[in-house]
């Protein structure tokens, strides 16, 4: 069965940067195409931004293009995602989704089958 991990979250100042990571346990994360998504207070989950499996393919949230950055480093069975410029909008608890093995991104989100637990990010002066 495939776990997924968040970490990373945290309180930053508007401005500021984080890294989350999705670390995944119980098979190999290179063969999945992975996003991130958020869901803030009284609002509905939203896509942030979602990589393939390779890596060669990533796409963006219009809110986040050009502050966010998603990689992957698949020997290490992690997907990253770099938030700069951090606004308190940004506020929410942040997951990590799979629509499964072999699957590309895509744009609906009960696609996903697989989450993490999620991590909280809190942009707040």
């Known amino acids: 069965q495939l776990q997924l991990v968040e970490s990373g979250g945290g309180l930053v100042q508007p401005g500021g940067s984080l890294r989350l990571s999705c670390a995944a346990s119980?098979?190999?994360?290179?063969?999945?195409?992975i996003g991130w998504f958020r869901q803030a207070p009284g609002k509905e989950r939203e896509g942030v931004s979602c990589?393939?499996?390779?890596?060669?393919?990533?796409n963006y949230a219009d809110s986040v293009k050009g502050r966010f950055t998603i990689s992957r480093d698949n020997a290490k069975n992690t997907v990253y995602l770099q938030m700069n410029s951090l606004k308190p909008e940004d506020t929410a608890v942040y997951y990590c989704?799979?629509?499964?093995?072999?699957?590309?991104?895509?744009?609906?989100?009960?696609?996903?089958?697989?989450w993490g637990q999620g991590t909280q990010v809190t942009v707040s002066s």
């Open positions: 989704a799979t629509p499964g093995l072999f699957r590309i991104c895509v744009r609906n989100i009960n696609e996903y089958g697989y």
């Open positions: 119980g098979h190999t994360l290179g063969f999945y195409a």
């Open positions: 990589i393939s499996n390779s890596g060669g393919t990533t």
